[in-house]
C-alpha cells in the first residue's frame, strides 16, 4: 500500500469500544452492500463480509486502518475533504451524504463506488456507518444509455432499431429501476426493475407524468430535478421516498442524467433508482436500539438509586419494630407495606431496563390482575371500560410479577392503540386440563393450565399482520410510534416463563391473546410457608465482612447482623475492605458485599480476596441488578440479594449460603 496505515488498535485481549458493541454483525451482515463503520480519525473499527470480498482484504487486515487505503491516491484528498464537511454540517448528516468514488482492490485494480455516509451517535462521539456500493454495472448501464441516444439520431432506421432492442436488453437485465423521461417529465421508458420496485408495468406507466411515484409530500422534488437536466446538469445520487400501485412508501436511492441528441441538446433524462428500504430500516432498527439502551440505561439507574433509599426505609423499620410499642407497631407495617410497593414500582423499571433477572414467585394470577387493573385505568383512558373475569377462584402460577404486569401492560398499550374511539378490554383467567391428545396436537405438555386472555374490541388485524407480530422490530404505527418491541417481549416473557401464547384477530372484530402458564397449586403450600418471617437460629461469631459505599445502608445492615450474633467488619469500599482484611490475624467466614461501588467492584474486590480465604462463602447485594447479570459476567450460581431487603431475607439468605 502506497501510504502509511494507523496500526491496529483492537486486540483480541483488549476492551471493545461502545460503537463495537452497538454495531452488531448481524445487522450488519443483513446489509447487501459493502458497510464500514469509521471513527471520527477515519479509521475502520467494524465491518462485514462484503467488504473483504468488494475490496480483496481480509478483515484483520482492515480493522484499525485508515479507510482512505480504499481509495486510489489521487482521490484520497477528495474523499478525506468530504468525510471532514460530513462531520461539520449537520444537516448534511442528518439528510444522508453520497459521494461517487473509485475504490481500490488489495490487487490495485480500480472500479467505480458510490458512498454512502449515514452518522451513529455513540458514547465515543459520533461514528459515521460508510455504505459502499459497486456501480460498476450502473456506469456502463449509463455509458450504453448515452451511447445509444447517440446512435438513434445518425443511424438509418435499421441501426436504429437495432440500438433499441439492444438498449432494452441491457436495461431489462438491471434489478434497478431505469426510467426514461422526457424534459416535461412523462415516462417514455420503463424497465423490469421499475417494474419490480414500483409495481406499474411499462403499459401503466409509459405517458405518465413521473410525479405519479411520489407521495404527496415529494412532489415538488419533479420540476427542481427537470430544471437542472434541462441545464444540462446531472443529479448525483440523493435518498427520497416513492409510491408504489398498491400504496406502500418506498425508500429509494436516485441518480438523474440528462440525455443528448446528435448536436448535445438536452432531449430527456434517464433516472436510475435502487429500492434502500431494507437498509435504511437497518440503520434505523440501529438508532433505536441505541435510543432504547439510553433509556434503559436511565430507568436502571433510576431504580438502583430508588432502590438505596427504600433500604434505609425498610431497614430503618425492621430495626424499630423490636423497639416501639404494640400501639405504634401499626405506623411501622404501613411504613414497610409502602417500601414493598416502592420495589415494585423499581422492580418495573429493572424490567423495562432488561437489567432484572427473573425473580419467580408462586402467585395468585387473580389477584395480581386486580392489582394490575389500577395502573391500566389512567394508561386507557375514560373512553376504555375495563373488565375483569375470573373464571376459577384461584390462579396460582409460578412467574415474576413484574414481567406479568409487563405483559398485560404490552397487551394493554396495543389494545389502546387499536381502540381510537374507546371500546372495551377484558382482562379473563381460567384454569384448564390439558389431556394427553390436546397437548400433543398443541407441542404442549399434558396437565393443568392457568389461562390468562387479554381481549379488545378494536380493529383487529389481517393474518398477513397477525403472521408477523412477535417478530422483533416489526410494527404497523407510523413513525415514531412505536418500536416493534413489545409484542417480542411478549413472546419471550411466555416462553421463558414455561408458557404458550396464541392470538385470535380478524379485521373489524377486535383481537384475543390467550397465554397459558403452567399451573402451580402443588407449589402454593410449601411458597406461603416460606414467606413467614421465623428467623433462623442465631451465628455466635460467625466473621462477616460487610461492604457497602451507602453509609445508612452500611450501619443499618450491620445493626442487623450484629443483633443475630455476627461478628461484622464494616468497609465503605473495595480499597478499605482489602486494608480492613490486612489489619486482621482470622479469617472472614463471609463476604457481603455490593456489586457496583466507585474504583473496586464487588466481583473484583472477591477475586482479590478468594485465594487467601479459600473457605469465605460468598453474597451480593444490589438494586442495580443488571450490572450484576448483565456487565459482571457473573454464573447463575452466585447469590443475589436484592435490594430493598428485609431482616428475614437477609438471615435466611446468609444461614442458606452458609449451610
Known sequence: MSESVVPNQ??????????????????????????????????IIQMNSQME???????????????EMLVPDRQRGQHHAHREHFHQQPKIRRMGSGLDLCGRRRDGAEFPVEISLSPVATADG?????????????????DELRRAHEELDRRKTRELRDSQNRLALIVDSSQDAIIGKNLDGVVTHWNKGAEHIYGFTAQEMIGRPISVLCPQDRVDEIPAI??????????????????????????????????????????????????????????????????????????????????????????CSELLRSRVDSESLEY???????????????????SFSRRQPVQSQVLDLNERLREVKKLLHPLMGDEVEIALLRRSTTAIVEADPGQLDQIVLNLAVNARDAMPRGGKLILETAVFDFDESFAHDHSLTAGRYVMLAVSDNGTGMDEATRSRIFEPFFTTKEMGKGTGLGLATVYGIVKQSGGHIWVYSEPARGTTFKIYFPAADHKLGAAMESQTETLPPRREGVRVLLTEDDAMIRRLTRKMLEGHGYKVLEAEDGKSALDVIASQQASIDL???????????????????????????????????????????????????????TRADLLKTIDTVLG
Open 10 to 43: 483492537r486486540t483480541e485481549s483488549g476492551p471493545k469500544t461502545v460503537a463495537e458493541t452497538l454495531l452488531s454483525p448481524s445487522i450488519l451482515e443483513a446489509i447487501p452492500d459493502a458497510v464500514a463503520a469509521v471513527n471520527q480519525q477515519g479509521v
Open 53 to 67: 470480498a468488494m475490496f480483496g482484504y481480509t478483515r484483520d487486515e482492515l480493522i484499525g486502518q485508515r479507510v
Open 126 to 142: 459520533t461514528m459515521v456507518l460508510s455504505v459502499i456500493r459497486d456501480i460498476s454495472d450502473r456506469k456502463r448501464i449509463e
Open 226 to 315: 427537470l430544471e437542472k437536466i434541462r441545464n444540462g446538469k446531472q443529479v448525483e445520487y440523493f435518498e427520497s421516498v416513492r409510491v408504489t400501485k398498491d400504496g406502500r412508501k418506498l425508500n429509494v436511492s436516485i441518480s438523474v442524467s440528462p440525455i443528448h441528441d446528435a448536436e448535445g441538446r438536452v432531449v430527456g433524462a434517464s433516472t436510475i433508482a435502487r429500492n434502500i428500504t431494507a437498509q435504511k430500516k437497518t440503520e434505523d432498527q440501529l438508532r433505536q436500539s441505541q435510543k432504547m439502551e439510553a433509556v434503559g440505561r436511565l430507568a436502571g439507574g433510576v431504580a438502583h438509586d430508588f432502590n438505596n433509599l427504600l433500604g434505609i426505609v425498610t431497614a
Open 332 to 350: 411501622i407495617d404501613n411504613i414497610r407495606e409502602a417500601s414493598k410497593r416502592g420495589a415494585s414500582l423499581t422492580r418495573q423499571l429493572l
Open 591 to 645: 463476604i457481603l458485599t455490593d456489586v457496583v461501588m466507585k474504583g473496586m467492584s464487588g466481583p473484583e474486590l472477591v477475586l482479590r480476596l478468594i485465594d487467601a480465604h479459600p473457605g469465605m462463602k460468598v453474597i451480593y447485594m444490589s438494586g442495580y441488578t443488571g450490572e450484576l447479570v448483565a456487565n459482571q459476567g457473573l454464573d447463575g450460581g452466585i447469590r443475589l440479594l436484592e435490594k430493598p431487603f
